[in-house]
């Protein structure tokens, strides 16, 4: 980021860690709480003071394939793995509710992606997108290039409907704070077609947002939501419900840096990782422009801070490693409190004006 040293400072404070080791990146659902996977291939769901809610063992065949996408209901009584050619919804036991094998989705490049399956806010029906044959190809290939949006009731694990879906993987859908819109994002050899898809009381999907950017986050608060396009962060805005013609144009993309990932932390910041120095940064909600510089206590290291994710109520949590070769932890944080960081900085400006620490 060009003069990023001119960025005014914002202090992070911890205010919850988890005491057990973990691996990957961490995810946000419903209710304040986070998923997160642990080193002994079990699926966390944590509260929002970072407790451990319920734990799921990996599937075996999930933990050797190595790709792909997972979910916990926000109430910790099921989860949901889904690969490439098997999809399936257990409870914490390990018992299957649901499960179903499907052909793999492929991507524009021919590879194979996974499915996904995630949870209704009210963890009442998962919401599986199910690769299925091609009518008009194959309809006996192994791979396909179509998913539908089946809906499975809980506790039952019976399929209710099916509906059309844009869901073309690699990327997990997200679901919206309104329960009802979900995204997508399609990569066609140049750019990624991103869109917010809601269905209607007969399954048929309409597309009230859609612009060339992958997903990131949205806010129960702010009528917009945040894309990448290749590093370059956007702000969309929810359009008329108009199908392919909603528009594609950003509101606003910033200039500042290269952002790999951001998150509303509230209504008006965003929180974004950047690919250089500094790499936690804040911005304002409604321009993306940057407002300040993360730092942390002095025993956390940010670049290793390897994981993050912004709750949207003005905190964020960090999958952490304190020292070296140090298994990563969850850590929460939020900023601190300005006057004490207005405080610090002028006791960090009065030493630097002294050439360092004295004494």
Known sequence: MADDLALPSAYAELIAELARPVTGRIEKTFGGRWIVRDAEDGLLLLAPDLSVVAR??????????????????????????????????????????????????????????????????????????????????????????????????????????????????????????????????????????????????????TTPARGFAVPLDAHAEAAGWLANAFGTLRLHDFGPS??????????????????????????????????????HVLLTADTLEPLARIHYPDSYDSADHVHLCGAGDGSWVTVTSRVADDPPRVCRWRVTNPAKDAARESALSATEARGGPQG
């Open 56 to 205: 799921f063992p990996i599937p075996g065949r999930f933990v050797e394939s190595g790709w792909f996408n997972h979910d916990i209901s926000p109430d910790g009584r099921f989860a949901s793995f889904a690969g490439t050619r098997h999809t399936v919804c257990v409870r914490a036991d390990g018992s299957t509710v649901w499960e179903v094998r499907h052909p793999a989705l492929g991507d524009v490049d021919g590879d194979d992606v996974p499915a996904c399956a995630v949870f209704a806010p009210g963890g009442a029906e998962l919401w599986a997108f199910v690769p299925v044959p091609d009518e008009e190809w194959d309809e006996d290939a192994d791979v396909t290039y179509t998913a539908r949006r089946w809906v499975i009731t809980l506790p039952d694990g019976v399929v209710t409907g099916t509906s059309p879906s844009y869901y073309q993987g690699p990327h997990k859908v997200l679901i919206h704070p309104d329960g009802r819109h979900v995204s997508s994002a399609e990569f066609d050899g140049s750019s990624d077609d991103g869109r917010w898809t809601r269905w209607d009381a007969d399954g048929q999907p």
């Open 242 to 279: 108009d199908g392919d013609n909603a528009a594609r144009d950003p509101r606003v993309e910033s200039s500042a840096s290269s952002f790999l990932w951001a998150w509303f932390l509230d209504r008006g910041r965003v929180l974004a990782l950047s690919d250089t120095e500094p790499h």
